[in-house]
């Protein structure tokens, strides 16, 4: 069983940083991906950024530039760092992770962006 555990989000100013925190219950080299996605409300889940085991990144247009996904092996700990916060970005966050052609998902944390 995975365990993928959310931590950083709140509430911060239009322009403001949050730094997110996806801590696995095992070793992150074993999932071939890991990334975060978000859920505004009324709107369908998004992805919002990945990295492979490789250190292979993607990430949305609408975020390309503000934010950044990175990971520590040691702590078995996907990060995903945003900058210049719009409003837009309000949404609850989660995190994912691919091992296996399963897909697994953290409880989301909610990121609130006031304008």
């Known amino acids: 069983q995975v365990q993928l555990v959310e931590s950083g989000g709140g509430l911060v100013q239009a322009g403001g940083s949050l730094r997110l925190s996806c801590a696995a219950s095992?070793?992150?080299?074993?999932?071939?991906?890991m990334g975060w996605y978000r859920q505004a409300p009324g709107k369908q889940r998004e992805l919002v950024a990945t990295?492979?085991?490789?250190?292979?990144?993607n990430y949305a247009d609408s975020v390309k530039g503000r934010f950044t996904i990175s990971r520590d092996n040691a702590k078995n700990t996907v990060y995903l760092q945003m900058n210049s916060l719009k409003p837009e970005d309000t949404a609850v966050y989660y995190c994912?992770?691919?091992?296996?052609?399963?897909?697994?998902w953290g409880q989301g944390t909610q990121v609130t962006v006031s304008s």
């Open positions: 994912n992770a691919l091992r296996r052609a399963i897909d697994y």
């Open positions: 095992r070793s992150i080299f074993s999932f071939n991906a």
């Open positions: 990295i492979t085991s490789g250190g292979i990144t």
